[in-house]
């Protein structure tokens, strides 16, 4: 059965932190692993990765995925409170599309 | 932010009662997807289309049905609805080339 776990559930950091969310994976038929951001609304589209080692960035935020040791880490430097939100992993399988989301971390940033 | 919205965006129903949620979606993707988000679970993929009249079920597809008569329409149908299928309903959809997946807004349903 496929499966996409994430960790930590949940996180509380202070403004100014940096944070490293994880996502492991046993999906077959792997074709790209994605995270998406969650703010009270619909997710919002962060990153795609379908190769491993090579680091993808958007500002304070970056992402990196190994498909030897199937996972992969979110980055986010110099954490504000608008970071706070929902992160989601999903994994994109070959077949029709179809993708597995995990559960999710919760990321809290206080000022 | 792609074309796609979904109606009703709050639906309060009866046990029993048939529901039908509406996507609609401007971008042309051939990709269409229906998940329900509830608290620990995440994203559920209920069904998903990958093209006109071209339908599959995901991984918690009982008592739903969908129907794509139009690239643009996605419908997911509760056949008789039930508390449980009380949660949050979005509606996605893809580019072949890219796979990105975007969300549409959300349908909150009360099943009482």
């Known amino acids: 059965e496929d499966k996409v776990v994430q960790s930590p559930l949940s996180l509380v950091v202070h403004e100014g932190d940096t944070v490293t969310l994880n996502c492991s994976y046993e999906v077959t038929n792997f074709r790209s692993l994605l995270w998406y951001k969650q703010e009270k609304k619909a997710p919002t589209f962060l990153f795609m990765l379908t190769s491993s080692g090579i680091e993808k960035k958007s500002g304070r935020l970056s992402s990196i995925l190994d498909k030897k040791e199937l996972f992969s880490i979110l980055n986010i430097t110099a954490t504000q409170t608008g970071d706070s939100a929902v992160y989601l992993c999903a994994v994109g399988k070959t077949s029709y599309d179809k993708v597995i989301f995990g559960p999710g971390t919760s990321l809290s940033v206080i000022p | 932010d792609a074309g796609i919205t979904q109606s009703p965006r709050h639906k309060v129903t009866e046990t029993g009662t048939p529901v039908t949620l509406r996507c609609h979606q401007t971008e042309n993707h051939r990709y269409m997807y229906w998940y329900r988000q509830d608290p620990g679970h995440g994203l559920r993929l209920i069904h998903y289309s990958y093209g006109v009249k071209d339908t599959d079920k995901g991984e918690v597809s009982d008592g739903y049905s969908v129907s794509r008569s139009k690239t643009e329409d996605f419908l997911l149908t509760l056949e008789s609805a039930t508390s449980s299928q009380t949660s949050v309903y979005f509606c996605?959809?893809?580019?072949?080339?890219?796979?990105?997946?975007?969300f549409g807004p959300g349908t909150r349903l009360t099943v009482t």
């Open positions: 996605a959809i893809s580019d072949q080339d890219t796979y990105e997946q975007y």
